[in-house]
Nanobody, 118 residues
C-alpha cells in the first residue's frame, strides 16, 4: 500500500502550485494527513498537517501562504502553495499516520519535486 502524490514542478517565485495525495479509503478515513518537505541538504521536515476533524497546523515559514485541505469523498489531501519562494524548493512527501486498535502506522508517498526558481 502506498500513497500517490502529484502536482510538483518548476515555478517562478511568487507563483502557485497545488499538490495532491490520494490514499486507500480505509486508511484515509482514520488518518491524520501530513505534508513534509526535504530541502536540498536538509532533513525531511513537517510542513502542514490536517487531522480527521479538519484541524490544521503549519510550520511558521509557510503560514499565510500554504493551505492544507482534505476531500474525504475523494480520499485525497491537497497542499495549495501560493506566493512560493526559492526556499520552498524541495521534495514534498505526503504521509498518513493512523491507529487501528493499539497499532500505530505510517504510510509515505513517493515524493514530488517542487522547484522555485526564476
Amino acid at each position: 500500500v502506498q500513497l500517490q502524490a502529484s502536482g510538483g514542478g518548476l515555478v517562478q517565485p511568487g507563483g502557485s502550485l497545488r499538490l495532491s495525495c490520494s490514499a486507500p479509503g480505509s486508511i484515509f478515513s482514520i488518518a491524520t494527513m501530513d505534508w513534509y518537505r526535504r530541502a536540498p541538504g536538509k532533513t525531511r521536515d513537517l510542513v502542514a498537517s490536517i487531522n480527521t476533524a479538519g484541524v490544521t497546523i503549519y510550520t511558521d515559514s509557510v503560514k499565510g501562504r500554504f493551505t492544507i485541505s482534505r476531500d474525504n469523498a475523494k480520499n485525497t489531501v491537497y497542499l495549495q502553495m501560493d506566493n512560493l519562494k526559492p526556499e520552498d524548493t524541495g521534495v514534498y512527501y505526503c504521509n498518513a499516520n493512523y491507529r487501528r486498535g493499539t497499532n500505530f502506522s505510517n504510510l509515505w508517498g513517493q515524493g514530488t519535486q517542487v522547484t522555485v526558481s526564476s
